[in-house]
């Protein structure tokens, strides 16, 4: 099937500070990307939907100015955390889709802030 | 938007007995349903997925129900085993992103 790979794994930044995580698809071209956050026993939340070369379409309450998307190729899409804080901690979920129906979900990145 | 309810929240059965999950969703758009397992830590596994135009699905000891008049679903496993114990999520989209349920912590003992 295809592969999604998310970079890095676990992240631990201090306050104040931005992160960045890739998403990829390794083996696809992905036309529309996903981002999700999950807090510990939790469902995942689609924080945005980007497809490639143009601007994200963030969900309702996700502050687009905080979380950067870009999708700048079919391969790869970012997702910025900016001026983290400790109640950014959270796991983040990307996901790829190649025209169908069907969603390859990345490992997900495991964002700390101290 | 679409949203999608998930009932219950947890579930505990024992081995070789059947669970069932259901799921409800509100946008009569939504066509394509699919169910995940998630073990802690880790992403979510496609199990098994219906598309509208099906009212049931089955791959060996999982199966999936749809009854688009009424817009729920469901998840039916059989014979279950202690590694069948995880979180199980079911969502539901129009042909975009995917809106999941809160999820169901199913556990099985032996």
């Known amino acids: 099937g295809a592969v999604v790979s998310q970079h890095p794994s676990r992240v631990i930044c201090k306050s104040g500070t931005s992160v960045k995580i890739e998403c990829r698809s390794l083996d696809f071209q992905a036309t529309t990307m996903f981002w999700y956050r999950q807090f510990p026993k939790q469902s995942l939340m689609l924080m945005a939907t980007s497809n490639e070369g143009s601007k994200a379409t963030y969900e309702q309450g996700v502050e687009k100015d905080k979380f950067l998307i870009n999708h700048a190729s079919l391969t790869l899409s970012t997702l910025t955390v900016t001026s983290a804080h400790p109640e950014d901690s959270s796991f983040y979920i990307c996901?790829?889709?190649?025209?169908?129906?069907?969603?390859?979900f990345g490992p997900g990145t495991r964002l700390t802030v101290t | 938007g679409e949203n999608v309810e998930q009932h219950p929240s947890t579930l505990s059965v024992q081995e070789g007995d059947s669970a069932v999950i259901k799921c409800t969703y509100s946008d009569s758009a939504s066509n394509y349903f699919p169910w995940y397992k998630q073990e802690l830590g880790k992403r979510p596994q496609l199990i098994i997925d219906i598309r509208s135009n099906v009212g049931e699905k089955k791959d060996q000891r999982i199966a999936v129900t749809l009854n688009k008049t009424a817009k729920h679903f469901s998840l039916h496993i059989t014979e279950t085993q202690p590694e069948d114990s995880a979180v199980y999520f079911c969502a539901a989209t129009p042909g975009t992103a995917l809106i999941f349920g809160k999820g169901t912590t199913l556990s099985v003992s032996s």
């Open positions: 996901s790829a889709t190649d025209r169908g129906h069907e969603q390859y």
